[in-house]
């Protein structure tokens, strides 16, 4: 027997949880026509109403359908010299974001880093659950990256990544096998498993190398989109965040 129930909600609560404001502000904005469900004002913020995923086609905001309530997940092409972490300077991935959203509880974060000088494939979402699922060593979600070098590989580069026997300065647990798709003399594609801190550069400058240019193009069975530029994000679809497992 299945024991789930759709939850229910306040409306000031929720609202106010998804960043449109202070429980009063929200309050305020419904008793002046501001808040409709289902074509009909909806004035008494105090009702609880079921959090159905549907909300945001059934529910107006100050004119605009509701954001997409809990369980949001972003796709992201990270363009250059953003930063994932609010300890670094300059902007934030979050930044592009809708202003709102920065109050959103729970809060979105970035399912795993790219470097600032790191492009492409980026997730952010407020599922804690996924995220964990998605950066969990046991999982082995294969994360490639397409790399430009300084210098022409030797050869012997794509057999090292794939001994499992690499160990990164400074660490004591050599890296898990990758592999290694020779692209050209100065561009590879690397498919890792792990999420080691700047696991990439480290690993070209662990035979000599340097990383140029760094891209992410896939995260397990999700490939970035062609159409999606750099600093363009998107919703993804339930298909889109099942294919990651694929
Ligand atoms: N490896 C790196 O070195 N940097 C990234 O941003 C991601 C993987």
Redesign the pocket.
């Known amino acids: 027997m299945s024991s789930s129930k759709t939850p229910t909600a306040r409306v000031d609560k929720l609202l106010s949880s998804m960043g449109y404001g202070s429980r009063a502000e929200v309050g305020r904005l419904a008793r002046a026509g501001g808040v409709e469900l289902d074509g009909r004002d909806l004035t008494d913020v105090s009702q609880r109403i079921p959090v159905t995923p549907d909300l945001p086609t059934r529910m107006l905001v100050d004119g605009e359908p509701l954001d997409p309530v809990a369980g949001l997940v972003v796709l992201l092409n990270k363009p250059l010299g953003m930063t994932c972490s609010r300890k670094e300077d300059g902007a934030l991935v979050y930044d592009v974001l809708p202003d709102r959203w920065r109050a959103r509880d729970p809060a979105i974060s970035t399912i795993g ?3 600032k000088q ?1 492009t492409g494939l980026l997730l952010l979402t407020d599922d804690g659950d996924l995220l964990h699922r998605v950066i969990s060593p046991r999982r082995h979600v294969a ?1 490639v ?1 397409r790399a430009t070098l300084a210098r022409p590989l030797s050869g012997t580069e794509g057999a090292l990544f794939a001994s499992g026997e690499l160990m990164l300065e400074g660490e004591d647990k050599p890296l898990s096998p990758a592999m290694l798709e020779v692209v050209s003399p100065t561009e590879a594609l690397l498919t ?1 498993t792990e ?1 080691r801190y ?5 690993m070209f400058a662990a035979v000599g190398n340097h ?1 140029e240019t ?1 891209h ?1 193009e896939r995260l397990g069975g999700l490939v970035l989109p062609d159409d999606l530029a750099p600093g363009q994000w998107r919703l993804m679809t339930a298909d889109e965040i099942a294919a990651i497992f694929e």
């Open positions: 880093r790219l470097d790191t994360k990256y890792v999420g700047h696991q990439v550069r480290r990383v760094l992410r």
